[in-house]
């Protein structure tokens, strides 16, 4: 079974900074891997969509990149804002049957002004 | 706007009642999902559908039913509701291949 593992599990940073989020997983035989967000109380809103075949994709001050051969994702997040507190999850797409999609348990931003 | 609606959003309910959560899609889907979300267990499918007529059992099917009523509609039903299942409810949606999930904003479920 695909494993989605996110570190970290919490993260802090002053406001301003650029910061690098991980999500690992265990079988490369993805379609493809999503980043999404969650803030408090909310639904989950899709920031990034990665086929397998890309290295990366681009949204704003946000980069996702894949490696999938190392089971290996990253989300960008350039010159945070306090708006950009929440948790954010990553999800893996495999390539077989329907019930295919293993979310990681998420990493929670806290963008200090 | 085209996404995936839930209703309702806020549920209250007394251990041994029943109900119905909602979910429709307005973009041609032809899969459908109910996860359940519970702090430090990260989401759990409960059932899915790959296509219209057709449900599935996902990880934490016990106590629910599903009702792929069309292609757009998916409903979700606590016979005989339990604290146990004092949660938040996702409904989501995906089109074959290689694309990405759309979820709906929830419908924060307690069971007293």
């Known amino acids: 079974k695909q494993e989605v593992t996110q570190i970290p599990a919490a993260l802090s940073v002053p406001e301003g900074e650029n910061l690098v989020l991980n999500c690992s997983f265990t079988?490369?035989?993805?379609?493809?891997l999503q980043w999404f967000r969650q803030d408090p109380g909310k639904g989950l809103t899709s920031l990034l969509l990665i086929q397998s075949s890309q290295r990366e994709q681009t949204s704003g001050r946000l980069n996702a990149s894949l490696d999938k051969s190392s089971g290996r994702s990253t989300l960008y997040i350039a010159a945070s804002q306090p708006g950009d507190s929440a948790t954010y999850l990553c999800a893996v797409r495999g390539q077989t049957g329907a019930n295919n999609l293993f979310f990681g348990t998420g990493t929670r931003l806290t963008v200090i002004p | 706007n085209a996404g995936v609606t839930q209703t309702p959003k806020f549920q209250v309910l007394k251990t041994g009642q029943s109900m119905t959560l909602q979910c429709a899609q307005d973009m041609n889907h032809n899969s459908m999902y109910w996860y359940r979300q519970d702090p430090g267990m990260g989401l759990r499918l409960i059932y899915y559908?790959?296509?219209?007529?057709?449900?599935d059992k996902g990880e934490v099917p016990n106590g629910y039913n599903v009702s792929r009523l069309n292609k757009r509609e998916f409903s979700l039903r606590l016979e005989s509701a339990a604290p146990s299942q004092t949660s938040v409810y996702f409904c989501?949606?995906?089109?074959?291949?290689?694309?990405?999930?759309?979820f709906g904003s929830g419908t924060r479920l307690t069971v007293v």
């Open positions: 079988d490369s035989a993805i379609y493809n």
């Open positions: 989501a949606s995906s089109p074959e291949g290689s694309y990405g999930y759309t």
């Open positions: 559908s790959a296509s219209e007529g057709t449900t």
